[in-house]
């Protein structure tokens, strides 16, 4: 090398070397990345929470007032009583297939109902018509209808003064859902219900 002896040449080289790691180690390792570019936000200080006390008064509570309560009308709790009881006394009328003309168990089952109605004037009747699965919506919707209707006209005929409204389910409320006659019977009804009077 240019007339140094071969040890200078490498021991420049191993120096140039040594120096350049101490250059590196005094400056500190500052590679910038373009994450360091980005402004970081400055940490959040927390707030002091205002209007609160670190030591608050014992709050006094104070026992809930009582619920109003209506007291009983002790013969208002009477009808009600011999009105469920008297609904529980009703018996339904049923129907042969596709008819709603009464068969003469159902006009029984009428004259039987209209004593409990008579035993209760003020009360008011909801005779619901119901029908079996077979049949159109629609179509048993009228059926369910004209029992209802045929049973309001028999009672009405027997000389019940309660006021009657009519209304039909069709086949949309079955007491019974097993595929069979039995079942079938049991669905084709007139239903009468008592609600309150007033």
Not at 47 to 65: D, N, T
Not at 122 to 146: M, P, Q, T, W
Not at 151 to 166: A, C, E, K, M
């Amino acid at each position: 090398m240019n007339g140094l002896p071969i040890g200078w040449g490498r021991s420049l080289v191993v120096l140039g070397v040594v120096l350049s790691l101490a250059a590196c180690s005094t400056k500190g390792t500052s590679t910038t990345t373009t994450e360091d570019k980005i402004a970081k936000p400055e940490p959040v200080q927390p707030v002091p929470l205002q209007r609160f006390s670190r030591a608050p008064a014992e709050e006094v509570v104070k026992a809930p007032a009582p619920p109003l309560m209506a007291k009983a009308d002790p013969s208002e709790f009477q009808a009600r009583r011999a009105r469920e009881a008297a609904q529980r006394g009703l018996g339904d009328v049923y129907f042969e297939y596709d008819r709603w003309g009464l068969s003469p168990e159902g006009k029984k089952n009428l004259d039987q109902n209209a004593e409990i109605l008579k035993q209760n004037p003020g009360a008011r009747v909801l005779i619901e018509g119901h029908c079996d699965e077979r049949g159109s919506l629609e179509y048993n919707l009228v059926l369910g209808e004209k029992r209802a209707q045929e049973t309001r006209r028999h009672l009405l005929t027997l000389g019940i003064t309660n006021p009657v409204g009519v209304t039909s389910y069709g086949k949309e409320r079955p007491v019974c859902t097993d595929p069979d006659e039995s079942c079938y019977w049991k669905n084709r009804r007139a239903h009468l219900v008592l609600e309150d009077g007033r």
